[in-house]
Every structure is written in C-alpha cells, then in structure tokens.
C-alpha cells in the first residue's frame, strides 16, 4: 500500500509566514510536487524552478543537450519523494522564478497510510494569500503591500490596477486550492494510465 507523506510549504522571507500543509502520495514525482506547490500557493507557472535536494538540483533537464552544463541536475520527472526523502524530519528548497526568486522551505512532516479512499494530493491548511506573479520578489510585494494601503502614494492606482480589484493579502481560498488539487489529481491519473 502507497504511504502519503505530510508536508509544509514555506514561502521564505515572508513575514508573517506564507505557508501550506498537504498529503501528497510517497511516488508523487518532483515535477508532480511543482504543479502541486504551484496550485497549493497560488502561483500561474509561467516561470522556471527547481528543487535543491542535498546539493542536488531537481528541475527540468534538456535530453538536447546531454553532457553540458550542470552534471548534478536531475530530471525531475524520472524522481519520486520515496526516491531521494526517506526520513520525517527533513527539508529541501523550491525555487520558483530564477528572477524574482522565491524560495520555499518544504517540510516533511511526517510518512503514514492511506486509511482510506482519500483524494490526494489534499490541501489540509493554508496562511495568507500568495504574491501576484512578477512583482520584484519579496522586497518588491512588501513594497507593493505599501503602496495599496497608502491612496495617497503616487503609484496607488497604477499599483491597485496591477493586482486587481479583489488581491487581498489576508486571504487564502482552501476551498479552491481543494478543487484545483482535485482537478491535477484526475489529469495525472489519466496520464500515468495513457503512458
């Protein structure tokens, strides 16, 4: 029987702390973990990441170009959690966005049994709403957050327009992370099964 495996997301460098809790499966992929962290947090993926596993990077590797660059960079599509993390108590970093950088901290919180017929992978908690796409990186959202709460900031309307009528810093929507979850679980269902 599969084990799931808890874990916590934390965005660094946030403060208060941006953070998800989640189950995913033990044979969850490193490329699966990314579009989970991606619709766990609140990011669109449009840009490049990787994962830093004990001095070891995790991300998208071109077959083309075989025997350059970076010899310690593994595919992560071929590498499962069960593969490298056999332990509770460890961490490894997400980065996300080469430019603006966000690093998160992943937790392993700890390994157990599925009971049940659980849908996974699940979002079981959240705190905060994630930073809009291409904003500058930490440094650039607090500058951001700033600026939305002053009206009389000179960039307070160009700003406001920005990130739209509804951002709020507070809010973090489980509900629809749930769904959104639900949805890559059925798309990875079908395509493990078609391959």
Not at 7 to 29: N, Q
Not at 48 to 69: A, H, K, Q, T, W
Not at 74 to 84: E, G, P, R, S, Y
Not at 129 to 143: A, S, V
Request: aromatic content about 12%; some cysteine; proline content about 4%.
């Amino acid at each position: 029987m599969k084990e799931i495996v808890q874990i916590t997301i934390a965005l660094l460098h946030s403060s208060p702390l941006i953070t998800r809790r989640l189950f995913v499966f033990e044979d969850t992929t490193f490329m699966e973990l990314h579009h989970i962290i991606q619709i766990a947090m609140g990011w669109k993926n449009y840009h490049l990441f990787e994962f830093n596993v004990d001095g070891y990077s995790i991300g998208m590797v071109d077959e083309s170009e075989f025997g350059f660059g970076n010899s310690k960079v593994l595919a992560a599509k071929n590498l499962t959690l069960v593969d490298i993390i056999t332990s509770d108590e460890y961490s490894f970093q997400y980065r996300y966005d080469f430019r603006d950088c966000w690093i998160h901290e992943i937790s392993i919180e700890k390994w157990g049994e599925v009971e049940d017929n659980g849908i996974f992978p699940l979002c079981i908690d959240g705190q905060l709403n994630c930073p809009p796409e291409d904003c500058g990186g930490i440094d650039g959202y607090n500058e951001l957050l700033k600026i939305v709460q002053d009206k009389t900031h000179p960039e307070y309307d160009r700003m406001t327009h920005w990130v739209g009528p509804n951002f709020d810093p507070q809010k973090f929507d489980l509900a629809r992370v749930k769904r959104q979850l639900h949805q890559l679980q059925k798309y990875i269902s079908r395509w493990n099964a078609s391959n």
